[in-house]
């Protein structure tokens, strides 16, 4: 945060805290004065009315500078009101001691208790705070010099003038400080503020590495596996589909349609594995490195054939519909596509076994949208709450049950569109559908 921007802020907190405590203030003051009238009492009874009725007045008066305070120029002008309701009981103080006793006056003892409050408690700015002090001393002169019998005591007076003036003088360097310990604070808030949003931010960070960690092992250990499965099935597999091509060439299975039946069969069933194994190949064996390569061209309808095939097992029951253009030649990392594919799959299913959807049906609609192709996965399961649909890409934020997901899927799977330079986003109608959609690029 520049200096510039931190004083801003901190005129902005100031207008309101000084509105907040001359309000306050004003309420004390206003207390003060009319129990004042014990003091009258006890030192002037015969001066009791007027005394009382002018207490009376300067709170009123006071009350209507709360008012002004709580309107729309209260922050504006906060200090110049408060200003104006700490003169009044000065003025009213400079008035009774021109009442009663002149210099002798008790009364005197008021004019200090405002000054040192007003530097004390108060948010005066230091030149409101000397203006303050001084138009109190020239009050109190006033009214000794208006008195009836004079000055009279000279000294009296002078001393009582000089002890006002210190106590400006202390109450102005008291109002220096608070301003400049307020500034602290509140630049030290700033900081602090400003540190907790960066430590925030490397949290979300260290959330997305691991699960990015989590993710890369197992990959691996899939990848693994699919390397042990292309080592142990392909041989076995290759050799039953030689021998099946040899038995489909004999004259015993050419004149026996229910044997060259079975025999197809079982063609094709081979023909499956090896299918899956070379798309679990794809989707997990890849060199380290390889998420980083998104230039390769790569048919997205070949990946969402994979993906299908690799999550049969789930989408039995489910009708899956495609609507695809003739050409879906996209650039990108092909096994990391396959891995959002399986993912929104697999999501859709989940939500729709778990919400009890009867006739349950995924619909992926692929066009081309200029030089982008625009795919989305829908499904007629229970849609999506409005209060989650803002966070199903958060890592580790999940509403499967426990044991059966750390929240991550969705949140690889945006960082995964994100870096092939598109969009993952989600819509949803609650107990209606869901949707989530995505962009490629096309083969420059």
């Known amino acids: 945060m520049s200096i510039s921007q931190l004083h801003s802020g901190y005129q902005t907190e100031l207008a309101d805290f000084r509105v907040n405590f001359s309000r306050g203030g004003a309420y004390t003051a206003i207390v003060l004065v009319l129990l004042g009238v014990g003091l009258d009492y006890a030192q002037y009874p015969q001066l009791l009315i007027p005394f009382g009725a002018a207490r009376l007045v300067v709170s009123l008066l006071i009350g209507g500078i709360v008012v002004m305070l709580n309107g729309p120029a209260g922050r504006r002008f906060a200090p110049w009101l408060t200003l104006s309701w700490l003169l009044l009981p000065q003025i009213m103080i400079s008035w009774m001691i021109w009442q009663t006793d002149g210099v002798m006056s008790p009364y005197y003892m008021g004019l200090n208790l405002a000054i040192f409050a007003s530097g004390i408690a108060l948010p005066f700015g230091l030149w409101q705070n000397l203006v303050f002090g001084i138009l109190s001393c020239v009050l109190y002169l006033l009214a000794c010099l208006l008195h009836a019998n004079g000055v009279g005591l000279t000294g009296t007076m002078t001393v009582n003038v000089l002890l006002l003036l210190f106590a400006a003088s202390a109450s102005a360097v008291y109002t220096f400080f608070n301003e400049r310990v307020r500034f602290m604070l509140f630049r030290l808030k700033a900081e602090v503020s400003e540190k907790n949003a960066q430590l925030e931010v490397i949290n979300r960070k260290l959330l997305d590495i691991k699960g990015q960690l989590l ?95 690799l999550v049969a097992h789930e989408l ?12 879906t030649l996209v650039q990108g990392d092909e096994a990391a596509i396959i891995g959002v594919l399986i993912n929104l799959l697999s999501n859709s299913v989940l939500a729709m076994r778990k919400a009890g959807t009867p006739k349950p049906a995924i619909h992926i609609a692929v066009a081309w949208s200029e030089e982008r192709l625009n795919v989305t996965v829908r499904d007629n399961g229970p849609g999506i709450a409005a ?47 869901a949707a989530f959609s995505f962009d490629l690029s096309r083969v420059a």
């Open 387 to 433: 209060e989650n649909l803002a966070r199903v890409f958060e890592p580790f934020f999940t509403t499967r049950d426990i044991g059966q997901g750390l929240g991550l899927g969705l949140s690889i799977s945006y960082a995964v569109i994100e870096r092939h330079g598109g969009l993952l986003y989600a819509e949803s109608e609650l107990g209606s559908w």
């Open 316 to 327: 039995r029951g489910v009708a899956v519909t495609r609507d695809l253009p003739a050409d």
């Open 215 to 309: 993710q890369q092992e197992k990959m691996a250990a899939i990848g693994t596996l699919a390397a042990g499965l292309l080592h142990e099935v392909n041989n076995p597999v290759n050799f039953c589909l030689m021998a099946i091509e040899v038995a489909l060439e004999e004259p015993v299975a050419k004149t026996e349609p229910a044997l060259q039946e079975c025999l197809v069969d079982a063609r094709q069933g081979m023909q499956r594995i090896q299918h899956i194994v070379s798309d679990l190949k794809t989707f997990a064996y890849r060199k380290p490195g390889a998420e980083a390569e998104v230039g390769t061209p790569f048919l997205f309808e070949k990946a969402l054939d994979s993906a299908i095939r």
